[in-house]
């Protein structure tokens, strides 16, 4: 069956603009993560949905950073006034229901370049 | 904070030479332990877990990790690489964060480079 998607799968922006990036998890996952992965660095959480609960925002690294899932189905992950340090791959990742021993299943990325 | 380290950052070997990663966590309850590998151009894909049981755990293409709970560790090994073995490897450690969501922490990776 078809994976995670992410769109787009490369983005360049300008210092200061808002980007936006989508993530279309797997069907029937309830749990979704975004994460992002800074040049020679490991994956940072950022924010996880599972199901209506209210999102856990503790890894969103500043209130530029915000996220939104409709229903169990597509999220937008919303940076605005990027800055440079912004520049890194947003992975997103789905599991059936974000429990314990779940493998989480990771999208391609969106690479983003703040110039 | 919890904490994930690979100590290698780039590994390079020959076709066919052992190889074994080393991978620590900081944690110090329980904790699912996992090995994802990203071949270039490709998104990362599991390689092995462990959740319980039998520390020893093999995974897809030969490869497989031991959890030593006394060394917090989880180094990935395989016996004989393969030029095709060329990727980065990623040690994450799945421990519960806010409200028990049980998010992902990543070591920084180790870039491993087989010579033909």
């Known amino acids: 069956g078809a994976g995670v998607s992410q769109s787009p799968s490369n983005k360049v922006t300008e210092k200061g603009k808002d980007v936006e990036l989508r993530c279309d998890p797997i069907?029937?996952?309830?749990?979704l993560y975004w994460y992002r992965q800074r040049l020679g660095q490991g994956l940072e959480f950022l924010i996880y949905?599972?199901?209506?609960?209210?999102?856990?925002k503790s890894g969103l690294p500043s209130d530029r950073f915000s996220a939104e899932r409709t229903g169990e189905s597509v999220s937008t992950l919303t940076i605005q006034r990027t800055q440079q340090e912004d520049s890194a791959v947003y992975l997103c990742?789905?599991?059936?229901?974000?429990?314990?021993?779940?493998?989480?299943?990771f999208g391609p990325g969106t690479r983003l370049l703040v110039l | 904070a919890q904490s994930v380290s690979q100590h290698n950052h780039h590994v390079i070997l020959s076709e066919a030479a052992s190889l074994e990663l080393g991978c620590n966590y900081s944690?110090?309850?329980?904790?699912?332990l996992f090995w994802y590998v990203q071949y270039p151009g490709q998104h990362l894909q599991l390689l092995l877990k462990?959740?319980?049981?039998d520390p020893l755990v093999k995974g897809i293409k030969g490869f497989e990790a031991e959890f030593i709970k006394s060394k917090f560790s989880f180094n990935l090994r395989k016996p004989s690489v393969q030029w095709s073995d060329t990727a980065e490897y990623f040690c994450?450690?799945?421990?519960?964060?806010?409200?028990?969501?049980?998010?992902?922490?990543w070591g920084a990776g180790t870039k491993l480079i087989i010579k033909p």
């Open positions: 944690y110090g309850g329980t904790v699912n």
């Open positions: 462990y959740f319980s049981g």
């Open positions: 069907s029937g996952h309830t749990a």
């Open positions: 949905f599972q199901g209506n609960s209210a999102p856990d």
């Open positions: 994450a450690v799945k421990s519960p964060g806010v409200d028990s969501n049980y998010q992902l922490i």
């Open positions: 990742a789905s599991s059936f229901t974000g429990a314990r021993k779940e493998t989480q299943y």
